[in-house]
């Protein structure tokens, strides 16, 4: 069928709706699909018929099929290895910072002096790092220093991204990212650089 040929036959059938009226081509449509979804239904039986399995085989294969895929259980110890493995080293937040100083400059943004704060998370023994920093340049500056700094630390969190501009006329906008890192490590090292970047 080519595209007029189709086209011809929607606008018949939009002609031929609005002749009869939307509760006859309602009642029709949902006709057609009953009638497709009896006849789906008798093909799988006559198929599963052919194939000899009884019909209480067929709910069960029924239901296997609709059973979600579970992806298999790690064990413990191996769960508690891939968490550590991803986080970072709170003996080197002070690089962490310098890391994201550097990367601004690449995106041609201007970093201000930031906030910094420490919380430690006694259940599982790490550390939060949270860094708020006020940040100037363009739109896709910002985005681009954001997005270079999920990829360079991984263990790394977008919190909060926000802008302001003072006037429409402004091409740079005055905003401010907060990062949270997520480390381990000793608990020394990691208070020793708690002005890291100040």
Not at 17 to 24: A, I, Q, S, Y
Not at 108 to 120: A, H, N, R, S, T
Not at 145 to 155: I, K
Request: hydrophobic share 45%.
């Amino acid at each position: 069928m080519t595209l007029k040929n189709f086209a011809r036959r929607l606008l018949q059938w939009r002609l031929g709706m609005m002749r009869t009226g939307l509760l006859p081509c309602l009642a029709a449509a949902l006709l057609l699909a009953g009638a497709a979804t009896w006849i789906d239904i008798a093909l799988r039986a006559g198929a599963d018929a052919a194939a000899g399995t009884p019909p209480e085989g067929r709910a069960g294969a029924r239901e296997t099929a609709l059973a979600p895929e579970t992806a298999p259980a790690l064990p413990q110890t191996d769960n508690l290895q891939t968490y550590s493995s991803a986080l970072g080293d709170a003996g080197q937040a002070e690089q962490y910072v310098r890391t994201l100083f550097v990367l601004a400059r690449k995106a041609g943004i201007e970093l201000v002096q930031g906030d910094y704060k420490w919380e430690l998370d006694s259940g599982s023994n790490t550390y939060r790092y949270q860094i708020l920093l006020p940040v100037k340049g363009g739109y896709g500056a910002i985005r681009y220093f954001s997005e270079q700094a999920l990829l360079a630390m991984p263990f790394a969190a977008l919190d909060e991204l926000t802008f302001k501009r003072e006037s429409i006329a402004d091409e740079d906008l005055d905003s401010s990212v907060r990062f949270t890192l997520f480390l381990a490590g000793r608990a020394d090292a990691a208070l020793d650089t708690k002005g890291a970047g100040k």
